[in-house]
């Protein structure tokens, strides 16, 4: 079955330490997002990517940092200069063509910094 | 991207049509509306999408205003199952691919 896989599905880390956070998909699409989402919050968008080797922060980058080396993969590193990391992450991906279409999302990441 | 803006929470008796409404008045000429869901603790599912023709497909109507300042997205019959955060999205297409969510509308539908 073609879609999106982040793992892995809940994840605890003490405070101080970098955490690295899995998304790979299957469907050959080009561009692929990630997301933080706090409790009773939407979507704020964290870096997003069209292609290899090539990616743009969002509207919350600070703290985080991404790859893109591979078409099929775009893993999200939450890094100690992020100040509450205790979040839901989510990534998504689509392809890019003119007539935008819809974006296909994973199943998300629970990460809790303790 | 153009903004938009919902209602943060809303009701509908199940069996019942739930209309949401969404305001996007500043879109462009390019740009879509979208609409997605997401259930709680689960990752947001496409819902339907519409450039300026009302659309509609297994899940949803979508219809939008002939000046596409606004857009309402209609679930005919309503479950417990379609209890969820409902987002409004306005995108372009092309290079411009950034995709943003709002806070979205709380749909919750009674027995």
């Known amino acids: 079955d073609g879609g999106i896989t982040q793992s892995p599905k809940y994840l605890f880390r003490k405070e101080g330490q970098n955490v690295t956070l899995s998304c790979e998909q299957n469907?050959?699409?080009?561009?692929m997002y990630w997301y933080r989402q706090d409790p009773g919050q939407g979507l704020r968008l964290i870096y997003y990517?069209?292609?290899?080797?090539?990616?743009q922060k969002g509207d919350i980058a600070e703290g985080y940092s991404v790859s893109r080396e591979k078409k099929e993969s775009f893993p999200l590193t939450v890094t100690s200069a992020q100040k509450n990391p205790t979040a839901f992450y989510l990534c998504?991906?689509?392809?890019?063509?003119?007539?935008?279409?819809?974006?296909?999302f994973g199943q998300g990441t629970r990460l809790t910094v303790v | 991207d153009a903004k938009t803006t919902q209602p943060p929470s809303m009701d509908c008796a199940e069996g019942r049509a739930a209309n949401l409404p969404c305001n996007h008045s500043?879109?462009?000429?390019?740009?879509?509306v979208y609409w997605y869901r997401q259930i709680h603790s689960q990752g947001p599912q496409y819902i339907i999408h519409g450039l300026k023709n009302n659309e509609t497909n297994e899940m949803a109507s979508l219809i939008i205003t002939e000046d596409r300042k606004s857009s309402t997205l209609i679930l005919p019959h309503a479950t417990l199952r379609d209890t969820a955060v409902y987002y409004c999205i306005v995108r372009s297409g092309g290079s411009n691919y950034k995709l943003t969510f709002g806070k979205g509308t709380l749909l919750t539908v009674n027995p």
């Open positions: 469907l050959n699409h080009d561009a």
């Open positions: 990517s069209q292609i290899v080797n090539d990616f």
């Open positions: 998504a991906s689509s392809r890019v063509d003119f007539f935008a279409p819809e974006a296909f």
């Open positions: 500043t879109i462009s000429g390019n740009e879509y």
